[in-house]
DNA sequence: CCCCAGTCCTGCGGGC
DNA sequence: TGCCCGCAGGACTGGG
């Protein structure tokens, strides 16, 4: 499931797009699902076709590919999409393909298994005003700690549920939310109104030490296989994850506690008892 | 403000 | 062996 880490690598994966136009844009078969695509195909070719990739940006959990004229286009993947240079797993399932003439890749995907995410355009105006201050928090790797306390010190929410809340702070999804709290040994249940100042410091620390780390290892492909990078290849974080996933599991930083599951806010949230304190 | 349930969607694995 | 159902969860919506 792509979160922050898997969507930088997607991000840097196609970075030698930059300096290529764009040719075309087609889709197959995606044109009975309205929320995937907008807006629709000929105003979307219209407003690409020709311009210049200038830069490839990313936006929370979306991949921003800026054009010369700062319209964008933006990849949003959610649970299964995928941003390739590389064909397609398969010839099933949504797709949108981009032609490019320049001197790299003449081919870029969009595929999405379950269909749940969107590749949209947005003008320099209509993105602004979409992603208005506000509407989206600062990116988790680009906050200091003062400014993480901030925005989390007013919510009575669970500190696990706050991590999830894009508004307060981008990037961050189920999965390393889990691993996050447990590198910092902080209790999934612990209200953010009661964290203490070390462990302020500590979730911090652990927010760019474990987000930094599965980006070098180009994020986490789970056993569904739902992620990979844009040339199709696994990503290799799923070997160093110390509880999502591994309920029954003891420990491997204690070595003592074992690791359970839990539900919270209709998500499951994976910790242990014995090295992540009290609510 | 907060919380919760439901929605989209497909593939997989557990249970019978 | 085959079939059904629950689960996976990011973002959003509507109701309380």
Redesign the pocket.
Known sequence: ?P?LPEVETMRRGILPLVGSRVVDVRLTPCER?PILFTPDLATFRKQIQEKEIAQIDRL??RVVVVLEDEGRILF?P??TGLVLLADPPTQ??LRVHFSLHGTGPADLWYWD????GSVRYYSDADYAAEFAQGKLGPDALDVDLAELRLRFA?????IK?AL?D?KRLAGI???YAAEILHRAKIHPERTTDRLTAPQWKRLFDAMQEVLLLAIQYEGSTL??GTYRNALNQDGGYQNQHRVYARAGSVCASCGKGTIV?IVQ????TFFCPKCQGRK
């Open positions: 499931m979160e699902r929370g959990k949003e959610r649970m099933d399932h298994r379950r269909g749940l007013t919510s009575r929410q669970p549920v999830l894009q999804g189920n999965l056993g569904d599951r806010a209709q998500r499951a």
